[in-house]
């Protein structure tokens, strides 16, 4: 007895009028797509104090003291520097905390990301 869900699913020479082999293999490609990531961003400004964002940069960020006055010191004298790199949820929190904390200390500070 032919169990037709255990017969192997290709064409095989006899069953077409043309004698090639008309197999075609569907292979399945193991898939380990990594999510994409996002740099996180600061924006230099004529006015938002050094201290201030050298703060932030330890607050939200976890960077030493020396860490977050070189970042700042980068995005100060270049106009933007990369301050780290998420997943998208970790970096919306990120940009939501730096420009929430920006504006209720009235500061005009910029932070921003993008796909990576
Ligand atoms: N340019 C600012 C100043 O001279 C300092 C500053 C650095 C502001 C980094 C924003 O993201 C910034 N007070």
């Known amino acids: 007895?032919?169990?037709?869900?255990?017969?192997?699913?290709?064409?095989s020479d006899s069953d077409d009028d043309f004698g090639g082999d008309t197999s075609v293999a569907l292979k399945t490609k193991p898939k380990t797509k990594r999510p994409p990531l996002?740099?996180?961003m600061l924006l230099n400004d004529d006015y938002t104090p050094m201290e201030f964002v050298v703060h932030i940069l330890e607050r939200?960020?976890?960077?030493?003291?020396?860490?977050?006055f070189e970042i700042m010191l980068t995005v100060h004298k270049k106009g933007v520097a990369v301050v780290g790199v998420f997943s998208h949820e970790i970096?919306?929190?990120?940009?939501t905390q730096v420009m929430d904390f920006a504006r209720r200390h009235q500061h005009p500070l910029q932070c921003t990301m993008e796909k990576e």
């Open 38 to 40: 996002y740099k996180v």
């Open 60 to 68: 939200f960020f976890g960077l030493t003291h020396s860490q977050a």
């Open 1 to 11: 007895m032919i169990d037709p869900s255990k017969t192997p699913v290709t064409m």
């Open 91 to 95: 970096a919306e929190t990120k940009v």
